[in-house]
């Protein structure tokens, strides 16, 4: 399977939100992903199969130089070959620019296949948020340190 990788283009916005209603479990407002795109631009990256969006990843940056991954999905069809990677790697890449020390995330407890794909790709657990999602859930925090202080 050929993937090319590109930054999020408004006009995809339809298909995003699809893919993230399939993959996802929370549900967020449409301006949500705009927001997110003008807040890092780079770091709102696509995973393109042909012309079909095969998955993509988001995030931001918080004032201590610390990037936070918001969404990473990859539509079930795609999956298992090497979107989600090239995905994180292109996120990691764009963390790395902006001299960024860390990446963090949350991710379900009882979602062990995103838990094990982020530990194959450098990320620990560091935290446990009871309650975190909107259904009641618990999350772990994971983290990745790119920067030694």
Request: proline letters at 3%; hydrophobic letters at 40%; one cysteine or more.
């Amino acid at each position: 399977m050929f993937v090319q990788f590109r930054l999020f283009n408004p006009s995809q916005l339809s298909d995003i939100i699809e893919i993230a209603r399939k993959n996802l479990t929370e549900r967020y407002n449409d301006f949500v992903y705009l927001d997110i795109q003008k807040s890092w631009p780079s770091a709102f990256i696509v995973g393109m199969s042909d012309q079909t969006i095969a998955g993509f990843i988001c995030g931001g940056i918080s004032g201590d130089k610390e990037a936070r991954i918001l969404m990473l999905a990859v539509d079930t069809p795609f999956r298992h070959n090497g979107i989600g990677s090239g995905l994180m790697s292109l996120f990691e890449q764009e963390a790395q620019k902006v001299k960024v020390g860390k990446i963090r995330l949350e991710v379900r407890t009882d979602n062990l296949e995103a838990i094990n794909f982020y530990k194959n790709h450098g990320f620990a657990v560091s935290n446990l948020l009871p309650s975190y999602y909107n259904d009641g859930s618990d999350a772990y925090t994971m983290e990745k340190i790119l920067v030694k202080t």
